[in-house]
Every structure is written in C-alpha cells, then in structure tokens.
C-alpha cells in the first residue's frame, strides 16, 4: 500500500508520532529472533517471558510520556474527547479514547469527533496521526503481552514435565531401584 501526501492544510501537525529513533531506546532482547531458539528448559522461556512484559511496560511508558503527553495539551484538551491510557483485567494497558467523564470509550468517540463539524479542520490530520499511533502501540502492546504469557505457561509445562520425570525417577522408600 503506497502512503499518499496529507491532504492541504494537514501540514502543520501539533502531534509528532513517534519514529524509529524512539524505539532505539526500549530492549530488544525480546525480539521475535528470541523466539525462534531451541528452549531447552524452563529457565530459559521464563527468561524471554520476563524480556517480553518489560519491553511492554517499556513500550507502555513511552506512550504516556510521548504520545499522551501530547494528547493531552492544548489544543487537544479542549476536545469533548481524550486519549487515555486503559488498565485491563489482563494486567496490561492500552490506550483508548474516551470522554473526560469517563461515560464512554472506544474509537466510535473518535470517529464522531473527526465527523464533528465543532472539531476544527486544523485538527483533523492531528486526530488521524494520533489515532494511528494508538492503533500501532495496541498492536504491539497485545503481541509482547500475549508473547509473554504464552511463554510462561509454556515454561510451566516444561516445569510441570520436568517434575514428573523427576518423580518417576525418585526412589520409593522401602522399595528398591529396578
């Protein structure tokens, strides 16, 4: 898919969404190339689950100090509706729109923004760039914490197998080896 040039009167953007540069800064250890190894153990995948949620929570603190520190300055305040950051029973946040009095949430609110002629049109491709980077950082945020757990509960298995080998292999008392 080719990008195409903002339309007039979107360049001049208020919110600058975050570039390469800015991830430089997180870990990469996690990377989907520590995936593809052969775990030979528990240790190991408790290891890169462990890697995963940080570079999560990293990749969740940066988001608030870039994106919603943006999101919430002027003129963007001002709107009926604001990007929030959302805890979820998962343990993880993402980030949502919501209205300032929490009576709604989702991205219908910030559709009907972008469809309000009360929005100003200065603002528009700021909404777009601001609704996209939500988007990406959802995206990512969902795939290092679901990486992460299904590390862990794979680690559990293997400790779970490790521990009825090692049961099989423990002597009886009163009895004898075989």
Known sequence: MRETAPPPGFEDRRFVPLEQADFRGLRQAASLKG???PFKGKGP???WASECHALRDDLIAM???RVLAQANRYPFLLLDVQLALQN???GTRFLRWRRHD???MGVALW???MESAATPQGLLGDLHAMEVQRAVINMQVSLLHTLGRQAQECADKLGHADACLLRRHAPVPGRSPP
């Open 63 to 65: 988001a608030q100090r």
């Open 102 to 104: 929490r009576s709604a």
């Open 45 to 47: 995948l408790e290891a």
């Open 111 to 113: 559709q009907e923004l």
């Open 88 to 90: 979820t029973g998962a």
């Open 35 to 37: 995936l593809l190894q």
